[in-house]
T-cell receptor, first 113, second 114 residues
């Protein structure tokens, strides 16, 4: 799986958009970008995934650059409950390639009042 | 909403003892996983399980570890002879398919080896 690079920490004001960047310059054509988060020692929680196109769900938006070498997770109106470690993970979605998730250090997002 | 459950939430054991961590995955899910997180460190993959056998395992998952699905609902992780360095948070996860985008994680079991 391709390696990802994320800033170790970020702050965001409550109610503002949180934009979390991720670099994955060695991503392959069949690899998806996944985002998970972990709120204070709880189990990781899936947020969103994408391949090429931008994606949006009830939790967040995912913007993937045209060359797919980087992406940004956007939480449009961050709340205090969004304070967590956010993980960007790149992997294929293929049984034969293995199903494990490889977590890096992630970005620790602190949402402040 | 269906969720993965884990018991116990906290287990304290003495070095050399055997422990079994229990998980109840989401009922229609077919793939099951164990991960661990040593305090202050990354979440690490241990093993994945499908169709009653291990489909993938990491270097961490040595002969001291085993997994089992003893019935239609439980999924267990056994550590035969615990070491101090096994102290960690252990997370169970499940997914509907191996290609599923979402793995659903349980709340974890904190294992403390003294």
């Amino acid at each position: 799986d391709a390696k990802t690079t994320q800033p170790p920490s970020m702050d965001c004001a409550e109610g503002r958009a949180a934009n979390l960047p991720c670099n994955h310059s060695t991503i392959s054509g069949n690899e998806y970008v996944y985002w998970y988060r972990q709120i204070h020692s709880q189990g990781p929680q899936y947020i969103i995934h994408g391949l090429k196109n931008n994606e949006t769900n009830e939790m967040a938006s995912l913007i993937i650059t045209e060359d797919r070498k980087s992406s940004t997770l956007i939480l449009p109106h961050a709340t205090l409950r969004d304070t967590a470690v956010y993980y960007c993970i790149v992997r294929v979605a293929d049984n034969n390639a293995g199903n494990m998730l490889t977590f890096g250090g992630g970005t620790r997002l602190m949402v402040k009042p | 909403e269906p969720e993965v459950t884990q018991t116990p939430s906290h287990q304290v054991t003495q070095m050399g003892q055997e422990v079994i961590l229990r998980c109840v995955p989401i009922s229609n899910h077919l793939y099951f996983y164990w991960y661990r997180q040593i305090l202050g460190q990354k979440v690490e993959f241990l093993v994945s399980f499908y169709n009653n056998e291990i489909s993938e395992k990491s270097e961490i998952f040595d002969d001291q570890f085993s997994v089992e699905r003893p019935d239609g609902s439980n999924f267990t992780l056994k550590i035969r002879s615990t070491k101090l360095e096994d102290s960690a948070m252990y997370f169970c996860a499940s997914s509907e398919q191996g290609t599923s985008y979402e793995q659903y994680f349980g709340p974890g079991t904190r294992l403390t080896v003294t």
